[in-house]
């Protein structure tokens, strides 16, 4: 299976401040790269697909980036609404795997 | 709006089955594949397999295979999965989670609906 490490573990930061979160695949994936956000007592909800691409709903200030084996999602000027968990999952190669998560939390 | 609804919480005893379900709401049930997941506490969220709602094909990943089945009732639109044969380590939450489909491609295992999640706790 597909290896995905995500970094850091845990970030604090700030409202207004920009923070970047980093995924790291263990073998080529293309752009075949999402990025999940979980607020607790919500559900999870899908903010960016094929490495880049928003969707529909995601706000302007997120972006994601990178191809082949690195890719980073990054948050700029922060809003309160933004604090909570991210996951990467790689869906190049079955079975789809997710990195461990990122922890925002608010600083 | 999408909406998936996920059956409660259960308690069951080693070596029983279980079955979750995940009614469905919003949009049209047979034109999308329907992911479940699993996700123990401080681990990583693990797919478990897939089933397409128009016919009922399914894909599993290899390590659930012989422990969990999916099936679909199209009447209600809603999907279920059966885990069977339960030991400790198959307490977690467990998720549905639709696949994305923007009417031309489907996007395979990129999930842009879930449920709320059905914790599943094993132990005598």
């Known amino acids: 299976d597909v290896q995905m490490t995500q970094s850091p573990s845990y970030l604090a930061a700030s409202p207004g401040e920009s923070v970047s979160i980093s995924c790291k695949a263990s073998?080529?994936?293309?752009?075949?790269l999402a990025w999940y956000q979980q607020k607790p007592g919500e559900a999870y909800k899908l903010l960016i697909y094929?490495?880049?691409t928003l969707q529909s709903g995601t706000p302007s200030r997120f972006s994601g980036s990178g191809s082949g084996t690195d890719f980073t999602l990054t948050i700029r000027s922060l809003e309160p609404e933004d604090f909570g968990l991210y996951y990467c999952q790689q869906y190049y190669e079955k079975p789809n795997t997710f990195g461990a998560g990122t922890k925002l939390e608010l600083k | 709006e999408v909406q998936l609804q996920q059956s409660g919480a259960e308690l069951v005893k080693p070596g029983a089955s279980v079955k979750l379900s995940c009614k469905t709401s919003g949009y049209t049930f047979s034109n999308y594949y329907m992911s479940w997941l699993k996700q123990m506490p401080g681990q990583n969220i693990e797919w478990i397999g897939n089933i397409y709602g128009g016919n009922g094909g399914t894909g599993y990943n290899q390590k659930f295979k012989g422990k969990a089945t999916l099936t679909v009732d199209k009447s209600s639109s809603t999907a279920y999965m059966d885990l069977s044969s339960l030991t400790s380590e198959d307490s977690a939450v467990y998720f549905c989670?639709?696949?994305?489909?923007?009417?031309?491609?489907?996007?395979?295992?990129?999930?842009?609906?879930w449920g709320q999640g059905a914790s599943v706790t094993v132990s005598s």
């Open positions: 073998k080529s994936i293309s752009n075949y």
């Open positions: 989670a639709r696949e994305y489909y923007d009417g031309t491609y489907y996007y395979d295992y990129v999930m842009d609906a």
């Open positions: 094929s490495g880049s």
